[in-house]
């Protein structure tokens, strides 16, 4: 077959060429508009790698790219990483990232907001962004699982340590919110945690644990939950091990929701200029669990987990 006269090897060498050097370009130029993030993990733990997976898949169904590093806490130096944003997971991720010294934003999570903001605020004086998604769920969807579990539940039982995370005020607010009304006590050593339960027993409906180290301890957990059982005193709790050991209910998120969330909201703040961190905030994701042979033992009849999540989103009561 004859070559056409116009036809040039050296130019159509030159064109392809020029394709491929566009089609480099246009890559280079994407990956390099690819914000990067360095997630800094607590522990080579199951938990933390759940965080990390569910995350990971979320930025990587956004087609504009990123590009994700997972470092331990122990392997992460801020001179060596030169990432756009840090995210920590965990308390002791957190720490260690707030010790070095950087001012490259920080997104904690998996976070207590009450040790969030005890960090945070050294670093935010120095002018470094730190904002976090925060582990706790909100008081007020506390209030509302124990509302739609326990509807003839009046008044909600708390123990409150010298550490506690939570301050009695925000407390009232939320249950008064839910038509519920907080009776607490004030605990000062393990030793007290069985006699102050006692004495509110005749007052309230049902015990809440919330995040304190001297209540929910080693030290005194197990001497607690047992009184509970004896007293027939239903618990709500906010973590899958703390249902594990005893309470009867329980409202968290699970690390592969905190992930998924996580991922989502990134690539929500992701504009033109970068990420912009997210403000601290609790998550929305979560699910309620109930420990059914602790609920069956107080002849409690309390739905299933699912069933109560949509009382809550409903506002509904059986």
Request: overall charge positive; glycine content about 6%; proline content about 7%.
């Amino acid at each position: 077959m004859a070559i056409p006269p116009s036809y040039s090897p050296r130019r159509g060498g030159l064109f392809a060429a020029w394709i491929a050097a566009c089609l480099l370009l246009a890559w280079m130029t994407g990956a390099l508009a690819a914000p990067a993030v360095t997630l800094v993990l607590s522990e080579d733990a199951p938990l933390y790698a759940a965080v990390a997976r569910a995350l990971r898949a979320e930025l990587e169904a956004d087609r504009r790219g990123w590009q994700l590093r997972v470092r331990t806490w122990r392997e992460y130096r801020s001179a060596e990483e030169h990432a756009d944003l840090v995210v920590p997971v965990g308390l002791r991720a957190l720490q260690s990232v707030l010790a070095e010294r950087d001012n490259t934003p920080v997104w904690a999570l998996l976070v207590p907001r009450a040790s969030f903001e005890q960090l945070a605020g050294k670093a935010s004086a120095r002018g470094r962004p730190v904002s976090a998604l925060y582990l706790d769920q909100p008081l007020s969807r506390h209030m509302r699982m124990l509302k739609a579990a326990l509807p003839r539940a009046r008044q909600v039982g708390v123990l409150l340590g010298p550490e506690s995370s939570v301050r009695p005020e925000a407390l009232r607010a939320a249950a008064e919110s839910s038509q519920l009304k907080i009776v607490s006590a004030r605990v000062d050593a393990i030793e007290d945690l069985v006699p102050a339960l006692t004495s509110l027993r005749n007052e309230i409906d049902a015990l809440l644990l919330v995040p304190d180290p001297l209540v929910v301890g080693r030290g005194g957990l197990h001497a607690l939950l047992l009184h509970t059982y004896q007293l027939t005193l239903p618990v709500a709790a906010y973590s899958a091990q703390l249902l594990e050991a005893g309470a009867t209910l329980a409202l968290f998120a699970t690390p592969e929701q905190i992930g998924a969330e996580a991922g989502a909201r990134l690539r929500e703040a992701r504009g033109g200029n970068g990420v912009v961190v997210p403000a601290p905030e609790h998550p929305q994701s979560y699910q309620v669990a109930v420990n059914r042979n602790v609920a069956v033992s107080l002849e409690l009849r309390i739905p299933a987990g699912e069933t109560l999540r949509l009382r809550m989103e409903r506002g509904t009561e059986p």
